[in-house]
């Protein structure tokens, strides 16, 4: 399927669904991302790398030094590592970055995404943008009060408009405690990240989470990103055509950190932490970084650099963190 008859296919089905021509912003990014045949993550093909045909880099796909990091940082927080099973979720086809730490583990389990993770009573779970890649509401500011976005796609062009009230108790709840800021202002929140998460930690199971990821606090959102933080991407580019191509480009916004933290919380993590990506591998990864810097290795010395440098990954990325049990 090309991708003009993706993108018909989804308003199709949107519009089988709409009420009174429109749906929910939050409805069009899920069915876009997630729906079965025709959303962006439920192909199989290769998303991420730099070879011909994928639309973004992560820094995963550095190699095997990747989980070499993670697997140290994951020592220093629960010790022993053989009591524990590492739990990659959100892992893109043909990816296997933690293969060769393996044996470091109880045991690998590997979920890829759409899928149902399933938690050893021990376990260590890491998940590397996972949440910017959960359906996302949108909200705008007008006379002084946030309304909720929605899209209508009854009509020849797809086009963004207030709903008549807000499409959730989570959306209602979020709207009506944000601060007012300047007309027209639009603020993103992936509140599908909260309640995935709040899934992921229902069981007993007792160990640490590590969710690396890009994100702002509301504050942040609300001083610096007028237009909101969502956007496509596409072979490489960052496109704010986020109603184009729907199906065949990833839709995506930044993390709200300070909604993410109070959900490990509120599930009984302690030592909760959000670090700088470089930051936190120099204080939970030191070893392994000193191994990886003096190993002789230039190839892997300069992944390691694109990894934690601030000019690379290291300061555009953070890591949220925290144990429990």
Not at 116 to 126: D, I, K, N
Not at 232 to 254: F, K, P, V
Not at 282 to 288: D, F, L, P, T, W
Request: contains cysteine; hydrophobic residues 45%; glycine residues 10%.
């Amino acid at each position: 399927m090309d991708a003009t008859a993706r993108h018909d296919a989804i308003v199709a089905l949107l519009r089988r669904e709409a009420r009174d021509g429109v749906v929910p912003f939050a409805r069009l990014v899920e069915v876009a991302l997630y729906a079965p045949g025709l959303g962006y993550y439920a192909s199989d093909r290769v998303r991420v790398g730099k070879a011909a045909g994928t639309d973004f880099t992560t820094a995963a796909a550095l190699g095997p030094m990747f989980g070499q990091l993670i697997a140290g940082a994951a020592q220093t927080f629960v010790g022993d590592l053989r009591a524990h099973a590492l739990v990659e979720v959100g892992a893109e086809p043909g990816q296997a970055h933690y293969a060769g730490v393996a044996d470091r583990f109880a045991e690998l389990r590997t979920f890829r995404f759409g899928t149902e993770p399933r938690f050893p009573a021990r376990s260590v779970l890491v998940a590397n943008e996972l949440l910017d890649a959960q359906p996302f509401h949108r909200f705008v500011c007008q006379g002084g009060v946030w309304r909720e976005l929605g899209v209508r796609v009854d009509g020849a062009e797809l086009t963004v408009e207030p709903l008549g009230a807000c499409s959730t108790p989570l959306a209602a709840e979020f709207a009506g405690a944000l601060p007012a800021a300047d007309e027209g202002w639009i603020i993103d929140a992936p509140l599908a990240a909260e309640t995935l998460l709040e899934k992921f930690f229902a069981g007993a199971w007792s160990g640490a989470v590590i969710l690396l990821d890009y994100g702002k606090t509301i504050a942040q959102c609300l001083e610096s990103s007028p237009a909101g933080t969502a956007r496509a991407y596409r072979s490489h580019q960052l496109s704010g055509a986020i109603l184009e191509n729907l199906g065949s480009q990833d839709l995506t916004c930044h993390v709200l950190w300070d909604r993410i933290e109070p959900v490990l919380v509120r599930a009984g993590f302690r030592e909760v932490r959000l670090d700088r990506q470089e930051a936190f591998f120099v204080k939970y990864a030191g070893a392994e970084m000193e191994r990886i810097a003096t190993s002789g290795d230039h190839e892997a010395t300069g992944r390691l650099r694109a990894l934690t440098h601030p000019a690379h990954f290291g300061a555009k990325f953070q890591v949220l963190h925290g144990i429990r049990g």
